[in-house]
């Protein structure tokens, strides 16, 4: 199954991927997490990015789809794939067609998780980080004590430099302006599935279970 999931920073991405992993057995590729992973081995592209991403703008169009067109040239991406954090503008998300189609795919299924502007600053303001497995945890305004940990792993977990209200601000408005026309561009291909992504986790878990079902191979009753 080739999967998008689609949302502002802090519509709950992150929590619902790894369900979806675990349920259909494919690998994440997650735009977001790549780039960071450049920045803490200090390459080159890391630090061509930093900045950009330090102010919650956008990392150029033509990078991004560099990076994307060879991870899915990977194996492991012939049965499936989830992206999380691309396509974010319509020129990526355009060129993933295109990178797509060479080898006969094509996106199944975009989720887009709606959550409201209010919603996800207060979700971002209280979002923590485990350093060692990437859960991501959002607390309630008051329940975070010094130092939370990883209930996981014991790992200290920690705040990313761009949940900062400042920058939470920004990316939510570069979200609204360049990834927010996708929700069109998906819903005319007849691939937009819309989930309230208000709700509690495991009923948004649900919502995205039931939007699936359609898209799974029929059970044979007879065996
Ligand atoms: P995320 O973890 O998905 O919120 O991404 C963190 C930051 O990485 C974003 O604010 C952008 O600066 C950059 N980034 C991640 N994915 C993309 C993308 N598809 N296009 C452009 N910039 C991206």
New binding site residues.
């Given amino acids: 199954m080739n999967l998008i999931l689609l949302g502002a920073?802090g519509a709950g991405k992150g929590t619902q991927r790894a369900f979806l992993v675990e349920r259909y057995g494919i690998p994440v590729i997650?735009?977001?997490?790549m780039?960071r992973d450049e920045r803490k081995a200090n390459t080159p592209l890391g630090r061509q990015?930093a900045p950009?991403?330090d102010r919650?703008?956008?990392?150029p169009?033509d990078l991004?789809i560099q990076i994307v067109r060879k991870r899915l040239q990977q194996p492991d991406t012939r049965r499936g794939f989830l992206l999380?954090?691309?396509?974010?503008?319509v020129a990526?998300a355009s060129a993933l067609d295109q990178i797509l189609a060479e080898p006969g795919r094509a996106v199944d299924a975009v989720l887009y998780l709606r959550v409201s502007r209010q919603v996800l600053i207060d979700r971002l303001a209280h979002r923590y980080v485990c350093p060692t497995c990437g859960s991501v945890y959002t607390f309630q305004p008051g329940e975070v004590r010094q130092g939370p940990r990883c209930p996981k792993d014991g790992a200290q977990l920690y705040q990313r430099p761009?949940d900062r209200p400042q920058v939470v601000a920004r990316?939510i408005d570069v979200f609204l302006q360049q990834t927010a026309p996708l929700i069109d561009y998906y819903a005319r291909q007849g691939k937009l599935e819309t989930i309230d992504g208000q709700l509690p986790v495991e009923q948004v878990r649900a919502a995205i279970l039931r939007k699936l079902k359609t898209f799974e191979p029929a059970q044979d009753v007879t065996a």
Avoid: S, Y
């Fill in positions: 920073p997650a735009t977001g997490d780039l990015v950009i991403m919650g703008d956008l990392v169009d991004l999380d954090g691309f396509p974010r503008t990526q761009d990316r």
